[in-house]
């Protein structure tokens, strides 16, 4: 009974940090908007995240290489989807729609998330999780307009936007392939296989957008911005955010993700010197109880 606690709780604590860890993503990307083309962006995050784990998964890698190429329909799909798309589409969004409608978008991600895992695995859809989910929603709403909800009726939508519904969808997709992954292959030989296969899959956009843009200026600015996506929403996020999912589920993982734009909002608060006001407070109290709701069953 202890170790099942002891297990619940760390896989809470690792999506709680994955979120963490992915709220500073937004803030990173804003700052190398006008820098770094999007496929760049998550081309080098990628080869970033590569050249890091080669001491550590070579040997795991090459030992385990057979599973990987029976699986290797499996491992493009989960890279296609967790990390070419829901990666890139942030990047190319940024550039087109306004900050807003992004973060109303996002929040699509978990509830594409619950559904996709109660269409695809069999999950529960408790009465729980829906007043879990309607409470977070709302809280994050509530949070995103400053409490002018009316400004939702005011919404126009750009290109960006389809981009921002597909990373939505696209996460949430990645998010249940992640729950049936083969057990034979370990967390890092598999995430090593994404990141690989994600570089590969990009290389004839890459190739593209290095013809058709100007050349990559890389201050100190953007490489250690480049060095941060790499590190921390490539390599340690997903490490983590797949870790969670194999011990808590898809759905439960999806709630805590509710906590992201409370995280930036944090951020923004010690980084950027916002104020805290009441609604802040209110919606930050909101989504908080929401995820509490649907994932303390």
């Given amino acids: 009974m202890f170790f099942k606690n002891y297990n619940t709780v760390k896989g809470y604590l690792l999506v709680i940090a994955a979120t963490a860890i992915w709220s500073g993503n937004f803030i990173v990307a804003r700052i190398i908007a006008n820098s770094v083309p999007p496929v760049s962006t998550t081309v080098l995050r990628s080869l970033v995240a590569v050249i890091l784990m080669v001491p550590f998964v070579i040997r795991p890698f090459y030992k385990e290489l057979p599973l990987i190429r029976k699986h290797l329909g499996y491992l493009t799909l989960a890279a296609f989807m967790g990390l070419t798309v829901c990666n890139t589409a942030v990047y190319v969004a940024a550039t087109t729609t306004n900050a807003l409608n992004l973060t109303l978008i996002a929040i699509f991600s978990p509830i594409f998330t619950v559904v996709f895992a109660r269409i695809f695995l069999r999950d529960t859809l408790t009465i729980r999780r829906v007043i879990g989910l309607i409470a977070a929603t709302a809280g994050v709403i509530l949070l995103i307009t400053g409490g002018q909800v009316s400004r939702l009726i005011h919404l126009t939508f750009a290109k960006g936007d389809l981009w921002m519904l597909a990373q939505a969808s696209s996460f949430a997709f990645y998010t249940i392939l992640v729950r049936v992954k083969p057990d034979e292959i370990s967390p890092l030989p598999f995430l090593f296989s994404l990141f690989i296969l994600c570089i590969i899959l990009l290389v004839p956009l890459f190739t593209y957008e290095f013809a058709e843009f ?57 980084f950027l010197g916002e104020p805290v006001t009441a609604v802040h407070v209110f919606s930050g109290a909101m989504i908080l109880a929401g995820v509490i709701v649907a994932t303390s069953e």
């Fill in 214 to 270: 100007k050349a990559i200026e890389f201050s100190g600015k953007v490489i250690a911005s480049i060095l941060y996506l790499g590190i921390g929403p490539s390599l340690l996020a997903y490490l983590f955010w797949n870790e969670s999912v194999a011990i808590i589920g898809p759905a439960r993982a999806a709630f805590i993700y509710y906590l992201l734009p409370v995280l930036s909002g944090f951020e923004a608060v010690e």
